[in-house]
């Protein structure tokens, strides 16, 4: 393992880092590492994560009491020290106001999953903990649900985001990836639509992940990959049609025709053409059995249902009426 003076030059380094990418305002933000034997360096209160040097780094004991460093410890030591606790395989933790990711936190919206390869296999599910007054042990806390599900990156309502791993670069590269995604998630909306990869390709990547030794809840087989609340809450704010289904064929290699649509210009939402209007999301039909996190979806099926119902018998009046008109045409 590298030197406590090496760790402590890497902690710096990944602040100016942050404070870079704008990931972190004033004196936002904090960083920590675990060093074994109830030790954790950590990043000082009160200063901007992109000036720091290696002697304002802190030294802290597992209940978060300062045992060395000059300056005054982070006041949210207890979030870091709540992953420390529950995942002894992590030993760096990076917590930072990244605005996209941010954007979503304060919407209070999950960020949608099967769309980007790289997120689903670095990251996979990214959930919303609850809000609470940052610094305490309730804010610490609001987190440990997800810890339990294995979550390596989390976004904190109303406040940002934290990422976990093994180094710290890999803690920080979460952050990154966060970001990036949820900024391309809000371009793609400006673009007109969001497509998810199809249940079968998202399957690959759980392979792949599984191969590549990263852990992900979803390869114990009982939730569903895709089909999430958050993913719908996102679809929720783009439009307000039922969303156009995906249409995988026979080999699932299908891609959907988009969960949203632009507006048209009297603002109403416009059907796909084409588009098959089956109640599927993500390549796969959403049972009525499945439970409130995913009610909006099924819901929205139902009403694409409805729909399809109303449009079958219109276009069978459509076509009684021009019959004879059509007929008369071909006898000429
Ligand atoms: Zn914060």
């Not at 590298?2 to 100016?16: M, P």
């Not at 802190?58 to 949210?76: F, K």
């Not at 996979?124 to 804010?139: E, M, S």
């Not at 084409?274 to 139902?302: C, D, H, N, W, Y």
Request: negative net charge; charged residues 20%; contains cysteine.
């Amino acid at each position: 393992m590298a030197s406590e003076w090496e760790i402590k030059k890497q902690i710096c380094d990944l602040g100016r880092r942050m404070y870079e990418k704008g990931y972190v305002a004033a004196n936002d933000g904090n960083i920590s590492f675990r060093m074994g034997n109830g030790r954790y360096l950590c990043t000082p209160t009160g200063v901007s994560k992109g000036f720091l040097t290696p002697e304002m780094i802190c030294v802290v004991d597992d209940d978060g009491n300062q045992v060395g460093g000059e300056w005054p410890r982070t006041s949210e030591i207890l979030l870091h020290l709540e992953i420390f606790h529950e995942l002894p395989e992590i030993n760096a933790v990076v917590h930072a106001h990244p605005p996209h990711a941010t954007a979503f936190a304060v919407a209070g919206v999950e960020v949608p999953m099967c769309i980007l390869p790289e997120v689903e296999i670095f990251i996979g599910r990214i959930p919303l903990a609850d809000y609470d007054t940052p610094g305490g042990k309730n804010f610490a806390e609001t987190i440990l649900p997800h810890l339990r599900k294995k979550a390596n990156t989390i976004l904190l309502a109303n406040h940002g985001a934290v990422a976990c791993d093994k180094t710290l670069e890999q803690a920080y590269f979460h952050l990154e990836t966060l970001d990036m995604y949820c900024q391309i998630l809000l371009l793609s909306k400006q673009v007109g639509k969001v497509r998810q990869i199809s249940e079968p390709k998202v399957n690959e990547l759980l392979k792949l992940k599984e191969s590549l030794g990263l852990d992900d809840p979803r390869l114990e087989g009982d939730c569903d990959p895709c089909v999430l609340a958050g993913s719908d809450e996102f679809l929720r704010g783009f439009s307000t049609c039922a969303i156009p289904q995906h249409s995988a064929d026979a080999n699932g290699h299908g891609r959907g025709t988009g969960i949203a649509n632009l507006p048209s210009q009297n603002g109403q939402p416009q059907p796909t053409p084409g588009a098959s209007r089956t109640a599927i999301v993500a390549g796969k039909v959403i049972p009525a059995s499945l439970g409130g996190s995913s009610e909006t979806a099924r819901r929205r099926a139902q009403e694409d249902e409805m729909e399809r119902v109303v449009q079958l018998v219109t276009d069978q009046i459509v076509q009684r009426i021009s019959l004879p008109a059509t007929q008369g045409l071909h006898a000429e």
